[in-house]
């Protein structure tokens, strides 16, 4: 069963599709189960340094249980890796992502790997068996050496459903190293810590852990852990977002928001964040569905209820579980790659409903958003709005500290998932034990003639500044400090690959002339602000048409006449019957 299971995740690795997964189904006791509380860990973890080199620190215990940690380890955690098994450390860990994560990027495949080359759980990383008993051969830089191979340690049953709570606690001490056990175990010594070594005067942090945000340093900052809080941290997550708001409100500071390993999302609060950010983004969905058996069923069910039509702004779908599908889906789009045809349902929308949001919003280049590698889903979504837009200055973090900027995407993915357990109970593979999530809706970038064909997952958005530190390396304070140099950095220069994001000045409203259009100056060819004055954004109730370089009313706000002169009959109708009435009385 291993083995065969070690295939199917290897073909699955080597689609490269982030939202395609196969796993087991922990609501379904079958013997695979065994997979996913059994783990691979080796007794240390890895470090890299702002010296750019790899270091190896003792992992003391594991899952609760004490780890028999080498001598050798212990003896050499502040001396530099000069190889493992006779290559460049890096190359190791290189070669290991690209063989055992499924993500496209090599900075995302790096970032993945450096962890669960040290600890995996068999049912995401089945090494083979002949792997996990293979030494391990390190040698420092001093000369000194060991060989160490992979033990294998049973996590309690309890673990599966408090993974969330755990992966919460880990991408807190990731940000502070150095944090104590003791300290971690307390929230309110947690943050104690926090304002000791920032100054903070104002601080919110959501139950769960989710969320967090502070004001100090005369920068605001935010950090997003997750976009899916569990039905009991909802309205502890929501009100501490309105009290980030309410905090950046407070003054006039520039914008730090941090994302970290953010994986599946609930597409409210990836919309939300980014409306908070930038209030003119049209942060709509257009979104198509890839015709087959599976979908169909999905849009009967659901789906077909919260997409509409994007000329009319009415909903695709009346009822639930209608008999037939609309003509949206019976009469889909055909995209042609070459030889093979893509079939999709007709564009639609999924409309974000609207929530609280600031009162001052900030320009982009008074935004700084830090994004490590594994920014996909949620964090994608928000990322990749934010670059599409302008609207924020976008910056990378952690990856392969020797990998090309070029490489490092904003984000890796935002297209919807869904897991087929969640709509077949009674599916074969769910009848095994197992859970497959597979992607249903593509998402688009906001082209207002609706004929778009590729994805927006399969277009390479780059992040427009990177600093050069690793993800375990990063400190609070060195990040505001890098947002203080970037934010006076684009005071006077920019990036010219990026067109998208503008200077924002309201002395160009009048040169560029269109009507509820705001515009900027464009970013010129030698990284400095040009005087050319662009088109920005536009009015609320109107959308940005960059292609056409416009301002386009917002059917949803300004509904189109129909051709048969229904509705307006409909509003001229009411009208007369309220000055009836009026005469009447």
Not at 508 to 528: A, R
Request: proline content about 4%; hydrophobic content about 30%.
């Amino acid at each position: 069963m291993y083995d065969f299971y070690s295939q199917i995740k290897n073909f699955i690795v080597s689609i490269r599709d982030s939202h395609l997964s196969f796993g087991m189904d922990y609501t379904v006791y079958k013997p695979n189960l065994i997979l996913k509380v059994l783990g691979s860990f080796l007794p240390f973890s890895i470090y890299i340094n702002d010296d750019k080199k790899m270091y190896l620190l003792q992992r003391s215990t594991t899952g609760g249980i004490s780890v028999d940690v080498p001598q050798e380890v212990i003896n050499n955690e502040n001396v530099a890796v000069k190889t493992i098994n006779g290559e460049d450390p890096f190359d190791i860990i290189r070669k290991f992502g690209k063989k055992y994560i499924g993500f496209n990027s090599p900075h995302a495949q790096f970032e993945k790997a450096c962890s669960t080359f040290v600890f995996a759980i068999l049912e995401e990383i089945p090494l083979t068996k002949e792997y996990l008993n293979t030494p391990i051969t390190i040698i420092w830089e001093n000369g000194e050496s060991v060989s160490v191979t992979y033990s294998i340690l049973k996590l309690p049953l309890s673990s599966i459903t408090m993974k969330r709570p755990l992966q919460m606690k880990q991408l807190k001490q990731r940000f502070e190293p150095r944090i104590t056990l003791e300290e971690i175990k307390s929230e309110n010594e947690m943050i104690k810590r926090m304002k000791r070594e920032e100054g903070i005067n104002q601080y919110y942090a959501s139950k769960d852990d989710s969320v967090y945000c502070s004001s100090s340093s005369n920068i605001n900052k935010l950090e997003i852990f997750s976009f899916n809080p569990e039905s009991s941290y909802i309205k502890s997550y929501e009100e501490t977002i309105s009290k980030c708001i309410d905090l950046f409100d407070s003054n006039d500071y520039p914008i730090q928001v941090v994302f970290s390993t953010n994986e599946e999302e609930n597409v409210i609060y990836s919309q939300w964040i980014e409306k908070i950010l930038s209030a003119y983004d049209d942060v709509d969905m257009i979104v198509s569905g890839r015709i087959s058996n599976f979908t169909e069923s999905v849009m009967k069910r659901e789906y077909g209820n919260i997409l509409d039509d994007p000329h009319i702004c009415r909903v695709r779908e009346s009822y639930v579980s209608p008999e037939v599908l609309g003509e949206w889906y019976t009469n889909p789009n055909i995209i042609k790659y070459d030889d093979v045809e893509h079939k999709v349902s007709q564009p639609s929308v999924m409309k974000w409903e609207p929530m609280k949001l600031m009162r001052k919003p900030r320009k982009p280049t008074e935004i700084v958003v830090y994004t490590d590698p594994l920014c996909y889903s949620g964090c994608s979504t928000i990322t990749k709005g934010l670059k599409e837009w302008g609207s924020a200055i976008i910056v990378g973090y952690g990856g392969d500290i020797y990998g090309e900027d070029k490489e490092f995407e904003v984000g890796l993915t935002s297209s919807n998932a869904i897991n087929v357990n969640d709509i077949d109970e009674d599916n074969i593979l769910k009848q095994y034990g197992y859970s497959l999530k597979i992607s249903l809706l593509e998402r688009y970038k906001h082209n207002y003639n609706y004929n778009e064909n590729i994805p927006i997952e399969f277009l390479t958005d780059v992040v427009d500044e990177r600093i050069r530190v690793s993800s375990s390396t990063y400190y609070r304070e060195r990040i505001t400090e890098e947002t203080k140099k970037i934010v006076e950095k684009y005071k006077t220069k920019c990036n010219q690959k990026n067109k998208r994001l503008v200077k924002r000045d309201s002395r160009c409203d009048k040169e560029i002339n269109i009507q509820h259009g705001h515009g900027g100056y464009e970013c010129g060819d030698n990284g400095e602000w040009s005087t050319k004055c662009v088109l920005a954004y536009c009015d609320s109730g109107y959308k940005f048409d960059y292609i056409n370089n416009k301002c386009i009313e917002d059917v949803c706000v300004y509904p189109p006449n129909p051709s048969n002169g229904a509705q307006r009959m409909t509003i001229n109708i009411f009208l007369i019957i309220i000055g009836i009435i009026t005469l009447i009385l």
